[in-house]
């Protein structure tokens, strides 16, 4: 069974600062990797999807890669805004059926005015 | 275009209670998913379907039912009501397998 874990639980860093959040997934026979914001109370919005045959995906101030044969996947954030503070989830697609998505926990994030 | 809709946002149930939470998607999407979120925790995935007429279990479908008539509509069912089925339920939707899901703004569900 798939299991899907984030690192860290919860981040707090000052405004201009670069992070990065980490991801690990257990299976490495991965469809594709996905990583969502969400705000509180709020539904979940897609940031970046990696392919299982890509290794880096990038979309304005976000860069994430993929390390399948490791079972990795990292979320970089470059120089920091308040607006960025949401919790950020990480998704992995198992294998090539339509059964949907496993979760990690999330990462809570604060960026610092 | 209104992406996935969800109806309705907030409901509290008394134990015992059946409800029908709502989620209709204006993208002609042949995928449909059902997932709840539980505080703390990620996503799970309850029922999906892969189009009009089929619908398959997911990690967690007990005390739940769904149907697919059409395309735009997947219903969740919640048969006798549960304090355990106390989350936040997300219906998604895409277009191919593997492609970027799209979710909805979530139905908040309390059961007392």
């Known amino acids: 069974k798939q299991e899907v874990t984030q690192i860290p639980a919860a981040l707090s860093v000052p405004e201009g600062e670069n992070l990065v959040l980490n991801c690990s997934f257990t299976?490495?026979?991965?469809?594709?990797l996905q990583w969502f914001r969400q705000d509180p109370g709020k539904g979940l919005t897609s940031l970046l999807l990696?392919?299982?045959?890509?290794r880096e995906q990038t979309s304005g101030r976000l860069n994430a890669s993929l390390d399948k044969s490791s079972g990795r996947s990292t979320l970089y954030i470059a120089a920091s805004q308040p607006g960025d503070s949401a919790t950020y989830l990480c998704?992995?697609?198992?294998?090539?059926?339509?059964?949907?998505?496993?979760f990690g926990k999330g990462t809570h994030l604060i960026i610092q005015p | 275009n209104a992406g996935v809709t969800q109806t309705p946002k907030f409901r509290i149930l008394k134990i015992g209670q059946s409800m029908t939470l709502q989620c209709t998607q204006d993208m002609n999407h042949n995928y449909m998913y059902w997932y709840r979120q539980d505080p703390g925790m990620g996503l799970k995935l309850i029922y999906y379907?892969?189009?009009?007429?089929?619908?398959d279990k997911g990690e967690v479908p007990n005390g739940y039912n769904v149907s697919r008539s059409t395309t735009e509509d997947f219903p969740l069912r919640l048969e006798l009501a549960a304090p355990s089925q106390t989350s936040v339920y997300f219906c998604a939707s895409n277009s191919l397998q593997g492609e970027t899901q799209y979710f909805g703004p979530g139905t908040r569900l309390l059961v007392l």
């Open positions: 998704a992995v697609h198992s294998g090539g059926g339509a059964d949907g998505l496993t």
């Open positions: 379907s892969v189009g009009a007429g089929i619908t």
């Open positions: 299976d490495s026979a991965i469809y594709n």
């Open positions: 990696i392919q299982s045959s890509q």
